[in-house]
């Protein structure tokens, strides 16, 4: 079966200068791949007419269907919506259900007073299909030209992940999408080109409608099969057979087999031993707990953390001796331990794990460098473990990887203990 | 002055499934924003010969400078660099200089052996002019062809952002570059459309080489002019007059009149009145300890938090009352009081805020549904001051609204107390 591609055409001069990060079109992608879209390509222009125009051109050559995003707002440097009604022949109407949809979020939701800018969000050009908007007040649109599908949404990720719904299931009463099958693995301990060369014979007896590809991050390497194909119980039994092969080849290496982050793997192990944990952190200021905090159902097995960023904090809630921070300093082994022990305490929790580093861009010293983290483990029985890591990086760098490696740690540990 | 215009080519599957989101093209339009080049576009393609191909083939066509990134890892998956050495009609030779590097960084740094794979990164188009990576071991290529510039950088974030400086020098000595300003306005309080409304007037007498953008983002709406011009000095004039119009306009949103993050914004007050603050966190897991603790320098004035994932730590370390908890619950007025009060007193700062809340998507009742949070602020010298928001969104949005939301509603305390 012939692929099915998409385009991702995102709007706003914001994307361009790098003022705001595109996190939509990662999730467009990634909800298209599910049903069996190819994503070919994604294009980000700024609010220019021509710009948008010749982009919807060429997306419209090299896909089916093109999914745009942004430029719909309420205010004067949003296009979109003239340039589409222009684009697909139209002239602009007002549409009643959006009107009275409109009318109704002001009234009964915001409690605000409407103004006009606001009624203008109900208009939309007569050769459109209105998709409704779930979450906001600017319309979904579709069109078609050609035989090809265009979707318009806003760019709020909240009202465009809604929208999203509605769009799968055109697109799939539309046309026939093929079979694609993904099997993810999370590996932890070896680098991108000793994977690669652990792996040669398998990667290089890949079957052609298979490819692996290497995603590394912060420590941490994804390797992602992607199957194509027409029949999608056969195209399942081979990936899981290839995929059965590759997790038998890198099982000293193995964090997860599935496409999760690690602090859902710990989590995972947590829920299966019925344990509970708690972190003490310093240097990631939060971060940790952030991450596992990410996940919905973390209250499960994760109680909460002491952020000890200043050193009293340290002293007067982790209660770490007065002594240890003197004689070893507040990034030591002694230190890191007991914040684990004592923050175990505090907590009552069956495994806590401690970190304290350097994160830089300062605080570095010759014996001390930028970089350097002690980080421990302990659990309720009293074992405890410790690590040093001396990771070089960059700040924001370094507190990725100092958060990766305490969870895959402690997650080791809990494992072991 | 004619603008000068690049376009961005990032190359990998990863990002078209959405398994990794791109933050390197925010960071290169950044940075090319700031020496005068405007981002004409910026396109994402797979791991595809020919899309590649095609991709250069247009980017060039829109553009005097193409920065491409992706593609150059030691794996099978990436055929950036063999592709280059076609498009320039070069050949591949054994780069000297880079050998050296990377056998360096693997004798001294990495202290591993190196092996084939490793040693094929030296491996460039003889039509390029090799550019050093500090950071890692696959260098960067620049490449002139008609008077357009190109220049390759690994994907990694840390290298291609070393590289950049590179790559910036090079721009600016091979091009005249124009004017380029921004001014940035940080508001929280009115939502885009009042704040078009509100300023109406202002926007729509604004000089033909000025333009205004609305950023929205959890709450907070960043309003951007920016000026073209020949002549930097009357552009930095203009734009400093327009500014200080929008400023007095908007007096009673303003947050900060600077592009900083409000986790910033709180920082500068602290350093200003040489004070210090805590956090105690609930439904927010830590975040905001996180985007606290992101600004480097922020241990002069942020101490910790204390992370009450569970109620028993709310009870056994943050002391809250057992009756406040039984009687009014976690997520309430009188449990974010004790909170606040009780880490302030635990950490010994000069203000604390706490939040209590339920993010979703499960925890929410009939009388506190999902999206409640309360919010208190309180000073050592025993004022507090609380508040109700109601966010009623996704999880990780409410997560974020409630931050933002607690940063900025400290922030006003502090200033006022």
Sequence with gaps: MEKLFASIVTIGDELLIGQVIDTNSAFIGQELNKIGVTVKAKHAIGDEWKDIWNTLNEASKESSIVLITGGLGPTADDITKPLLCEYFGGKMILHQPTLEWVTYLFEEIFKRPMIERNRKQAEVPDCCTVLKNEKGTAPGMMFEKDGKL??????VPSEMKNLMIQVLQIIQQKFKTPAIEHRTLLTMGLGES?????????????PPNVKLA????????RLRLTGHGENKTQLVQQLDDLFQVLKSQLNHVLVADEDIPIEAAIGKVLLEKKKTMCTAESCTGGYIAHKLTEIPGSSQYYFGTIVSYDNSIKQNVLKVKQETLE???AVSEETAKEMAVNALKLMSTDYCVAVSGIMGPTGGTVEKPVGLVWIAATSKEGKIETKQFNFRFERRRNIEMTATNALNFLRKFIIEN
């Design 194 to 206: 000793f994977l690669a060369e652990h792996i040669k014979n398998f990667e290089e007896n890949l």
């Design 327 to 329: 004689k070893f300093g």
């Design 214 to 221: 290497y995603l590394p991050n912060y420590g941490l390497v």
């Design 150 to 155: 265009f979707f318009s949404m806003p760019g």
